[in-house]
């Protein structure tokens, strides 16, 4: 009726491998069911880019990287062409952070695990 069974036997073996080696190249584990969020970053990472996922990683981590008595006073808005602008609370806490811009920059490129941030620029707000 539809051909002979063996295109068919050939077909399905040929659209498993293609599946399995889909699965293996995008990270999932083959033949398991698995949670939503396995493999969310990997996702992102691959849709949005790698770049803008570890720009995005920064901002969203703010507290995670500088400690949570330095988030109250600042908060990173903007991270551009390895330029990161943070905006502080007032004077002081701006000048305590410029003193500390070095360390910052290396605990943020320690955190991601690749150099993202180049320089800080810190704007009172």
């Known amino acids: 009726m539809y051909g002979s069974s063996k295109k068919w036997d050939a077909w399905d073996k040929w659209r498993s491998q293609k599946e399995y080696k889909d699965r293996q190249r995008i ?15 990997q996702w992102i990472a691959t ?6 996922f570890s720009e995005a990683k920064v901002l969203a981590h703010w507290s995670d990287i500088v400690g949570d008595i330095v988030a109250e006073q600042s908060r990173a ?10 905006i502080v609370e007032n004077a002081s806490w701006r000048y305590q952070l410029f003193t500390m811009k070095t360390d910052i920059i290396e605990k943020i490129n320690a955190y991601i695990g690749k150099k993202v941030v ?8």
């Open 27 to 41: 990270g999932k584990p083959v033949g398991k069911i698995v949670p939503v969020s396995h493999g969310i970053e």
């Open 47 to 52: 849709t949005v880019g790698k770049k803008k």
């Open 77 to 86: 808005v903007r991270l551009e062409k390895g330029k990161l602008y943070i």
């Open 118 to 125: 180049n320089d800080i620029q810190f704007v009172s707000g």
